[in-house]
């Protein structure tokens, strides 16, 4: 099959040392490996097989958390905002760090691809940037409103059998997982920063 018309599947794991381990294994250290455009991140290419059809393969990565909540910039204003209404500001998610340009580096490399699959840490905040991957690719896929081309990978270790095993036995990412993190995001957020501004005004007028 041309590698014009092979299928492209996009794995993105949490960290870029983890990605180069899981595609060694998954390619039997036949792969080719290109620097990504933000320079942090690599893209380790090989062809192989996926559910009965020749496809090629890239995994990279992110660096953690994509993205980050935040308050809208009009609640910056320590002096004019009162605390007390943080509790009920919209918030909003921004990226992470954008001076490694992971959003537009994912959605670089999601452009076209016919799948996705998630090999982010098994663990709430793992899901928590899975959802946070498939914002950023899913719009750029071929098929970006088949649900069915998103996979999740459940491993435990980076032993070569539990990759293999993960990758023989793909599931799909638990939405629930993620909500549960951006709730709790959202509370620390709307919390620390009303009692660290009130805390701030209050030593401020009472010494200041």
């Not at 490694?100 to 940037?129: P, Q």
């Not at 660290?196 to 200041?208: M, N, S």
Request: aromatic content about 10%; some cysteine.
């Amino acid at each position: 099959m041309s590698k014009l018309t092979m299928k492209v599947v996009l794995m993105v794991a949490e960290k870029p040392l983890l990605a180069k381990s899981i595609a060694e294994i998954l390619s039997n250290g036949r792969m080719s490996t290109r620097r990504g455009f933000n320079g942090v991140c690599s893209i380790h290419e090989y062809d192989g097989d996926f559910f009965g059809q020749s496809v090629r393969f890239k995994m990279t990565s992110t660096c953690g958390h994509v993205m980050t909540m935040n308050f809208p910039k009009k609640y910056n204003d320590w002096d004019r905002v009162d605390p007390a209404t943080l509790f009920h500001a919209d918030v909003i998610k921004e990226e992470a760090n954008p001076k490694l340009k992971m959003v537009n580096f994912l959605a670089s490399e999601g452009r076209g691809v016919d799948y996705l699959v998630l090999w982010l840490d098994c663990d709430k905040e793992g899901e928590n940037i899975c959802f946070e991957v498939i914002d950023i690719v899913q719009p750029m896929m071929r098929h970006p409103y088949d649900q069915r081309a998103i996979y999740r990978a459940q491993f435990s270790s980076l032993a070569p059998q539990d990759i293999l095993k993960a990758m023989s036995k793909l599931g799909r990412p638990n939405k629930l997982q993620a909500v549960s993190v951006d709730t709790r995001q959202e509370l620390d957020l709307r919390i620390g920063c009303a009692f660290t501004r009130f805390q701030t005004r209050f030593f401020h007028e009472k010494y200041g």
